[in-house]
């Protein structure tokens, strides 16, 4: 398992930058098409499991919950992580508090079951399916 430490320091850079990102997109209109999104795609040419995760981000803070689940049904986590995170790294440093990190090795745990990991793994690859099939087609 990841140190606290290190816990904290990769999901502030991840929030960081998943922010910065996202108000690329949204302040720069036509970003995406200088920038691959997808360096799985830009190589390979197919798409990877979470291609449309941008466009569904943007637009579920356009409030088109639609589109963002036809761009990528991950979008709806990563929406709600990017908007939950930051704020729960705060609270814990604010507070001298390690409730992230009790809530990363409880999950953590929770998913090395074979059970829960099957299915995980399941929902992944028909989203990896569905992501063939919607740029493919």
Request: glycine share 6%; proline share 4%; aromatic share 16%.
């Amino acid at each position: 398992m990841i140190g606290q430490r290190n816990l904290y320091i990769i999901a502030s850079l991840a929030a960081v930058g998943g922010c910065a990102w996202v108000l690329l997109h949204l302040l720069i209109p036509g970003q995406m098409a200088l920038v691959p999104a997808c360096i799985f795609r830009y190589v390979t040419g197919y798409p990877c499991p979470s291609c449309g995760s941008t466009h569904a981000v943007l637009k579920i803070f356009q409030l088109n919950w639609v589109g963002a689940f036809y761009d990528n049904p991950i979008g709806f986590i990563l929406a709600a992580t990017m908007i939950m995170l930051p704020l729960w790294l705060l609270y814990d440093l604010v507070g001298r508090k390690s409730t992230f990190y009790t809530f990363y090795a409880s999950a953590e745990s929770f998913i090395r079951r074979r059970w829960v990991a099957i299915t995980l793994i399941t929902l992944v690859v028909a989203n990896w399916a569905w992501n063939i099939h919607k740029y493919t087609a």
